[in-house]
């Protein structure tokens, strides 16, 4: 079975200094993978996805991602935080032995502090 | 114009009363979910419609019962309301079921049972 692992509810970073939010997965075929942000009171906003082709991803409000197939990782990067990041992060993986369903992992809370 | 949107915002009510919360999209989607996200920011799918189609059904009480009278529409009708079930119910829709299709979620309905 799919499944995602985000190892920190909490992650805490200084206004200007790169940020990281970890994800590792679980998957029996190829990977695809998500990252959402959700903003205090609000609905998940699609940030960036790995479907295939450059680890690198490039998302949404200057975030970007690295997927690491050996290290079966999909780390959430910035690197400038802003404050306006603060906000709860999800990573998530698509079950292809169900349906197709995401699959989410715990969530980070990204605190960036002035 | 809002992409997925939910009525209502919130809702309070009583133990055992019956609730309806609506969704639409404007995406032109082919598929719509529901996600229950519960005090702990765990988010769940929950049902997941494709062309008006039930394609996912996870583990959830029969006093959940979801309706899609077009693809446009998923709405959530929850019969004998009981403490357990408040939480964040989010609608989302994707172009289709493919692996890669990105979901798009509404802004979520808070349900709080009393």
Known sequence: AQSVAQPEDQ??????????????????????LFWY???????????????????????????????????????????SALVSDSALYFCAVRDVDSSYKLIFGSGTRLLVRP | DTAVSQTPKYLV????????????????HDTMYWYKQDSKKFLKIM???NNKELIINETVPNRFSPKSPDKAHL??????????????????????????????????????VL
Request: proline share 4%; charged share 15%; with cysteine.
């Open chain 1, 11 to 32: 992650v805490n970073v200084a206004e200007g200094n790169p940020l990281t939010v970890k994800c590792t997965y679980s998957v029996s075929g190829n990977p695809y």
């Open chain 2, 75 to 112: 709405n959530l009708h929850i019969n004998s309301l009981e403490l357990g079930d408040s939480a964040v119910y989010f609608c989302a829709s994707s172009q289709g079921q493919d692996s890669t299709d990105t979901q798009y979620f509404g802004p979520g309905t808070r349900l709080t």
């Open chain 2, 13 to 28: 009510t009583q133990m055992g009363n019956d609730k309806s919360i609506k969704c639409e999209q404007n995406l032109g």
């Open chain 2, 47 to 49: 049902f997941s419609y």
């Open chain 1, 37 to 79: 942000v959700q903003y205090p009171n609000r609905g998940l906003q699609f940030l960036l996805k790995y479907i295939t082709g450059d680890n690198l991803v490039k998302g949404s409000y200057g975030f970007e991602a690295e997927f690491n197939k050996s290290q079966t990782s999909f780390h959430l990067k910035k690197p």
